[in-house]
């Protein structure tokens, strides 16, 4: 196996040598790969999970046990969807369910998305960059209301279980089921399995624009 220093593994991917050693830290099985010799050494080979095409290419023959990673990878290979391939690049923590209790209009749904950012910006938004992408999608076995999918970022780890806590308490109400975010689970491809046209989804964070993140939403290119 061929490896190089993570400078210069880094440069291959176009991430950052912050963004690599986290996707390690929360992936130990892959980090036993890596050598360290003074400087953390990285197998080129591991190229492919920053590249959906390499990773959809290795992944074809993927057994009926792994159908949702599956369906991801086919999701991110066939649509070539520009937001689908950005967001699955990036760090989140959790993967959060939203179902009201009472039926509720999409415009609720998403008005409720909005308040849940700004009420954790203005909380904890000095203490840590907070992302936030969100669908509301209509519920599959009733004839009325919606819920929510969210997966969200908090950089500072130590914030994770309390703005999780924050984040049930605003919907102290309602049913929220909370996961730690997995990225070869294919929450990322639950979430976009009817598409993102409209205004039934969106991207919310306090540093979007550092960041450099572009998406398109309600008929226009936005960039935040």
Do not use: C
């Not at 993927?62 to 760090?91: F, I, Q, T």
């Not at 849940?116 to 076995?141: C, H, Q, S, W």
């Not at 491809?189 to 309600?218: A, C, H, P, S």
């Amino acid at each position: 196996m061929k490896y190089e220093n993570i400078d210069a593994f880094a440069k291959r991917v176009n991430k950052s040598r912050r963004t690599i050693f986290r996707f390690y830290n929360k992936n130990p099985e892959l980090k036993i790969e890596t050598k360290k010799k003074g400087e953390r050494l990285i197998p080129i080979a591991h190229k492919k999970f920053w590249n959906t095409e390499i990773l959809f290419d290795d992944n074809k023959s993927l057994s009926d046990s792994n159908r949702m990673m599956r369906n991801l990878l086919e999701y991110l290979h066939e649509n070539k969807n520009p937001l689908a391939n950005k967001l699955w690049g990036l760090d989140w923590t959790y993967f959060v369910t939203v179902d009201y209790k009472h039926e509720r209009s999409k415009n609720y749904s998403i008005t409720m998305m909005n308040k849940l950012y700004e009420m954790l910006d203005k909380k904890y938004g000095k203490e840590t960059t907070i992302r936030l992408f969100f669908v509301t999608e209509p519920f599959a076995n009733r004839n009325n209301g919606q819920h929510n999918h969210l997966m969200v970022y908090i950089e500072n780890e130590k914030l994770g279980k309390v703005i999780l806590s924050e984040i049930k308490k605003f919907f102290q109400h309602d049913r929220v089921d909370s996961s730690d975010y997995a990225k070869y689970k294919g929450g990322l491809f639950y979430m976009m399995k009817e598409g993102t046209q409209g205004t039934d989804w969106d991207i919310l964070g306090n540093n979007l624009k550092v960041e450099g993140n572009r998406y398109e939403n309600k008929g226009y290119t936005k960039a935040v």
